[in-house]
């Protein structure tokens, strides 16, 4: 949620802010729910003056032995009024509680101008893309002729956009984990943590899929209102809400292995093929909380953790800064990962990583101090997938193909793979 003080203060500013990103900020709206808030609660603080007003003469007239009959009705009446506008001056506070949720973040000031992600603006490229003397073949075909990925047989059991993956291909997907979580752990300094995989209501609005993505959403029904998680940004940024840090404890830098699930709404007839978009995926979540003045250095420290995956695992990829228009609903600034698939010929975004300044922290209630007496302050939260295992399991499927259909495994995946080096036919491995 953006600051309501400055909106306030300056909602001309804001709205310009939002219209980088496309937003038109409904200011006629705002103006006219804060105008009526403050006449309310005017109102309400001259009633409960003179409320006590009369609760002090009829105070006065008791010890005097004076009739109190009249103030005793006129205390009656004014509580009556009081109890009225109170009523009606939640109601406005929650009207426009509701109206700021819906509301993106602000943009930072270093991102690009744009209006979708043709005007975004590539960093750096890293790591040679491969060359084969051969038609290399997207991951589908791979999987198929190696036996490893079957699409009919999920969904015959589910549906559309899902996977089976069979033997070495299995393997391959949860060495990737154990590597990624490992690298994290003792490189970066990340601490692991399993978490839930259900969600509530207030986990999802705290960090801003809520009310505006529910569409996106797997929503169990039943008594309680719980949704399929959507990503690891939720139950570990959540691990802060309704707290006050110290500032000697942070930066938080967490990491979990979690399944996301996501209806992929809007996206009908958009990478239907494969595991580029499905509706259940796993990722390694990163999330840093950190002080404000630290979280654009804490940006370029998560990026770089995310690129150390590629890196290792010898994957071509670029560094690309999301122009305004192409930026999610909560992020101030983004930066995407994007990894080379020689079977489509292109670069294809593998993570975000993202700096949410106060956005989450405001929904969250989460908060700082930087000693006992001081004033808490707004958290920063940041995070990124380091990486999305799907899509890694893809990139490495393409980039190390052979020209038999076989594919090389990277060597820093070789502990986790029980001796296996190759992928060879009917989804087995050899060494």
Not at 29 to 48: D, I
Not at 120 to 129: A, F, P, T, Y
Not at 252 to 272: I, N, V
Not at 350 to 375: H, Y
């Amino acid at each position: 949620m953006i600051d309501p003080q400055r909106l306030r203060r300056e909602p001309a500013v804001v709205a310009a802010n939002l219209a980088r990103r496309g937003y038109v900020f409904d200011q006629v709206r705002f103006e006219a729910l804060e105008a009526k808030r403050r006449r309310t609660q005017t109102e309400l603080e001259a009633l409960r003056a003179e409320r006590n007003r009369i609760s002090r003469a009829i105070g006065r007239a008791k010890v005097c032995g004076e009739a109190i009959t009249e103030m005793l009705a006129e205390a009656g009446e004014l509580n009556r009024k009081e109890s009225k506008l109170k009523r009606s001056f939640t109601a406005l506070e929650a009207e426009l509680h509701d109206f700021l949720l819906g509301v993106p973040n602000q943009v930072h000031e270093s991102v690009p101008n744009g209006v979708d992600e043709s005007d975004n603006v590539e960093i750096r490229r890293v790591g040679k893309r491969p060359k084969f003397d051969f038609n290399p073949r997207d991951h589908v075909t791979l999987g198929e002729m190696l036996g490893g990925m079957d699409f009919g047989l999920a969904a015959r059991i589910t549906g559309s956009r899902f996977v089976v993956l069979r033997g070495a291909f299995a393997r391959l997907h949860r060495a990737l984990v154990q590597f990624m979580l490992e690298l994290h752990r003792k490189r970066h300094g990340y601490e692991e943590l399993y978490v839930p995989y259900l969600v509530n209501t207030d986990s999802l609005t705290g960090t801003g899929q809520l009310p505006k993505f529910k569409a996106e959403l797997f929503q169990l029904t039943g008594e309680r209102n719980w949704y399929l998680t959507p990503t690891g940004e939720v139950p570990l940024t959540n691990l802060i809400r309704d707290k006050i840090l110290t500032a000697a404890s942070m930066p938080l830098c967490m990491m979990a292995q979690t399944p996301c699930f996501r209806s992929e709404a809007g996206s009908y007839g958009k990478d239907t093929r494969g595991m580029i978009r499905q509706h259940q995926f796993e990722k390694v979540e990163l999330v840093q909380v950190v002080q404000p003045e630290c979280s654009y250095a804490a940006l370029e420290a998560l990026t770089g953790h995310a690129e150390a995956v590629l890196q290792a695992l010898g994957l071509p990829y670029r560094v690309v800064a999301l122009c305004a228009g192409d930026l999610g609903f909560g992020a101030a600034k983004t930066y995407d990962l994007e990894v080379w698939l020689p079977g489509q010929n292109r670069y294809r975004e593998i993570s975000s990583c993202s700096n949410f300044e106060d956005f989450q922290a405001r929904r969250l209630q989460a908060r700082f101090r930087d000693s006992a007496a001081a004033k808490p302050r707004w958290v920063h939260t940041l995070n990124g997938s380091g990486l999305a295992v799907g899509r890694t399991l893809v990139a490495v499927l393409e980039n190390y193909q052979q020209a038999d259909g076989s594919v090389q495994i990277p060597e820093v995946l070789h502990p986790w793979m029980g001796g296996i080096e190759r992928l060879e036919a009917d989804g087995t491995g050899c060494a």
